[in-house]
């Protein structure tokens, strides 16, 4: 079991930047390989990848929507995975939601994933 804790979300302007954090907690030991995707719901609209990276070392994966602005981080030792969001749009406004799929495969569809955070609320105006 793993459980994950978003925090970091807020209302920002056009342009400006936000770091949402991902705490995960439970079986986050390096031995048991899984992936931490970020993935974001607008309001009427279907949950969708953002960015995944793996717990022990593998290459970051970015939605292209976000790619060149948005970048994926990790910090073992905090067992805390980070999605710092620059030059945000409008069109980001949303929940952000941190989950975890136990492989070490970086995949992008929801249903991959085995554990969900509550979510973090990001809200970008103009």
């Known amino acids: 079991q793993v459980q994950l804790v978003e925090s970091g979300g807020g209302l920002v302007q056009a342009g400006g930047s936000l770091r949402l954090s991902c705490a995960a907690s439970?079986?986050?030991?390096?031995?048991?390989?899984?992936?931490i995707g970020w993935f974001r719901q607008a309001p009427g609209t279907e949950r969708e990848f953002v960015a995944a990276?793996?717990?022990?070392?593998?290459?970051?994966y970015i939605a292209d929507s976000v790619k060149g602005r948005f970048t994926i981080t990790r910090d073992n030792a905090k067992n805390t995975v980070y999605l710092q969001m620059n030059r945000l749009k409008l069109e980001d406004t949303a929940v952000y939601y941190c989950a975890a799929d136990r492989t070490v495969i970086l995949r992008t569809a929801v249903a991959a994933y085995d554990y969900w955070g509550q979510g973090t609320q990001v809200t970008v105006s103009s």
């Open positions: 990276i793996g717990w022990s070392g593998s290459t970051p």
């Open positions: 439970g079986r986050t030991d390096s031995s048991y390989s899984y992936v």
